[in-house]
């Protein structure tokens, strides 16, 4: 699986280069999508990106975005973050909307530790927030405001662009519940939240030779400083499921990310995952997923 790097993005999608690429503030820009269809344009590839990426979309889409696929309709604003592969797939011609692209230094004065304190760009986050039409009239001049500003010779314009961006975010956090900014109200939700990004922290698997090394409850437990039996008691009464449950989960959802986007045979993958015999991983996973990965694979 590739990682696209903003030279690549530019190649791939116009065949040529901005001046402004390696500028040591940190690079930004936000196109049209109508600007970006053509007859020679070449297909998004299922990978990470070096650089984030905020859309809005209208029309018929299905974002593919790590293990899961999601039908988008009418209008939907997306946020992307280097950490998780995505691409989409187009089910109509009509497809406007606007998207910007911008480096973890863009932000650098900013988000002291980086654009993933905020929640949509956390590890496990929700990628995608539908909008009303009164939602969708102000992100678009949000971008719009974006446009303007990249194009003129303001000398502070890359100063309002993060303002406008930085307002974008927060307006779409407005439009989800309040448990996307949840404060973790006492050490059990703390412990699993912490578990939680550690288990994501593993993935996605790139390469045949990475390997998923914290593989059990009490991994977790030695990494995090914490008796087995209080981790599994916390992340039980904080999310209804065991330890070994979300490790399954997460483990599952990786290996069918692999079987669909890689042509890595099937002993390599489960390699990947952490099991030293072919034979176990297919258990596994004929055992969590009702199929054996080649039957799904072929699917």
Not at 108 to 113: G, I, P, S, T, V
Not at 243 to 256: C, P, Q, Y
Request: aromatic residues 14%.
């Amino acid at each position: 699986m590739i990682t696209e790097t903003l030279e690549e993005f530019y190649k791939n999608k116009f065949d040529w280069l901005p001046d402004n690429l390696q500028q040591n503030m940190g690079h930004f820009n936000v196109f049209r999508i109508e600007d970006c269809i053509g007859p020679n344009a070449k297909p998004v590839t299922y990978s990470r990106r070096s650089f984030y990426k905020i859309s809005l979309m209208r029309g018929e889409n299905i974002i593919h975005y790590a293990d899961k696929s999601i039908t988008l309709s009418g209008t939907s604003l997306m946020f992307f973050s280097p950490h998780v592969p995505y691409t989409f797939e187009h089910m109509s011609d009509d497809r406007t909307g606007f998207f910007c692209i911008f480096t973890d230094s863009f932000f650098a004065e900013r988000f002291r530790n980086g654009l993933s304190e905020l929640p949509m760009f956390a590890l496990g986050a929700k990628p995608v927030y539908a909008l009303d039409d009164e939602q969708a009239e102000y992100v678009v001049g949000l971008f719009r405001k974006m446009t303007d500003e990249i194009n003129s010779e303001y000398a502070f314009k890359y100063d309002l662009i993060r303002n406008y961006v930085t307002e974008l975010c927060y307006y779409a956090l407005k439009t989800q519940p309040s448990e996307n900014v949840y404060k973790h109200a006492d050490a059990k939700s703390r412990i699993t939240s912490v578990f939680t990004e550690l288990l994501e922290r593993q993935f996605p698997i790139e390469t045949p030779s990475q390997r998923f090394v914290l593989r059990s409850a009490n991994d977790f437990a030695q990494r995090l400083s914490v008796h087995v039996n209080h981790l599994n008691r916390a992340i039980r009464e904080t999310t209804g499921k065991t330890t070994t449950d979300h490790i399954a989960d997460r483990l599952l959802s990786e290996a069918k990310s692999l079987l669909k986007h890689t042509d890595w045979n099937i002993s390599e993958i489960g390699y990947c995952l952490g099991f030293e015999e072919p034979t176990h991983f297919n258990n596994f996973f004929k055992k969590n997923a009702q199929i054996t990965p080649s039957s799904f694979r072929n699917v």
